[in-house]
């Protein structure tokens, strides 16, 4: 039974993972590599506790309860503790080999250790740690707190007690999980990320403009956000990581990343989280 939750991460997906994770009653340790991104992270989950108080989904009682159940910090240490540990950093491979390494250093042979990867090979990442057998991804949708699916990914060693622990813990904290292979990008982002790539790939040809593109498909084919706004949500740089993944992954010209999309990452246009994008986020 996980009773206990500790997330290396504070970003956008660590500190989702916390608010969901702390809301359902479990206790919650957040940790990243400084002091200003921990800060950060808290301040986030406060922020969007408080919105769920003035919607009244919940009571300003409880989102006390809830802060009070997460522990935020730069000390790897107290995840020792924890019966499951799910590393949410960036999507780049070397940065979580590096930290699912330092993690089995750290924790009891019986933790579970999660990654929360959108494309990267559970299995490889598995490989580098103690436990490939408690390993599994765990996939969340950004953001945490409102999207209810969760995909489940069994790497080549997971073993069905982890792979059950892994559905039970979905269920305990109001998440829908689907359980997908260990493909690149699973099963969604398989089919989103292209997506969002073929409509970067459409306005760079100019075959339509952003705002058109994205009416488009929202007026078009019933989607509740455009490719090109959803792609400023999940972030440039990450989309491209994972379209790079595909790439090499399928070694297959049609997951290549659109030329657009890389010129937007190098000048640093990423989306939301840098206030431009395909989209303007200045205020």
Not at 131 to 147: K, Q, S, T
Not at 199 to 206: P, V
Request: neutral net charge.
């Amino acid at each position: 039974m996980i009773e206990s939750v500790g997330i290396v991460g504070a970003g956008t997906m660590g500190n989702g993972i916390a608010q969901v994770c702390a809301t359902a009653g479990l206790t919650v340790v957040m940790v990243d590599i400084s002091d200003a991104a921990v800060e950060r992270g808290l301040s986030t989950l406060g922020t969007s506790l408080e919105r769920l108080v003035k919607k009244e989904k919940m009571t300003a009682a409880d989102r006390q309860a809830a802060l009070a159940r997460i522990t935020a910090t730069t000390d790897r240490g107290k995840l020792a503790g924890s019966d499951l540990v799910i590393e949410a950093a960036t999507e780049n491979e070397p940065i979580k080999i590096g930290i699912l390494k330092s993690l089995c250093e750290l924790l009891a042979p019986e933790t579970l250790l999660a990654t929360n990867t959108s494309s990267i090979s559970i299995t490889k990442l598995a490989a580098v740690t103690d436990r490939p057998d408690r390993f599994i991804g765990l996939h969340f949708f950004n953001p945490v707190p409102v999207m209810e699916l969760m995909e489940v990914i069994r790497g080549l060693k997971t073993s069905d007690e982890t792979h059950e622990k892994a559905l039970v813990f979905a269920r305990r904290i109001g998440k829908q999980a689907i359980t997908a292979r260990n493909n690149p990008g699973f099963a969604v982002n398989r089919i989103l990320c292209p997506m969002i790539n073929e409509a970067i790939f459409a306005l760079g040809e100019g075959i339509a403009s952003a705002e058109e593109i994205d009416a488009g498909m929202k007026l078009g084919c019933n989607h509740p956000i455009g490719p090109l706004a959803l792609a400023d949500l999940i972030g440039l740089d990450t989309l491209l990581s994972i379209m790079e993944v595909f790439y090499q992954g399928f070694n297959d010209s049609k997951y290549r990343p659109a030329p657009l999309l890389k010129e937007m990452v190098d000048a640093g246009q990423l989306g939301r989280k840098s206030g431009q994008g395909f989209f303007s986020y200045r205020k």
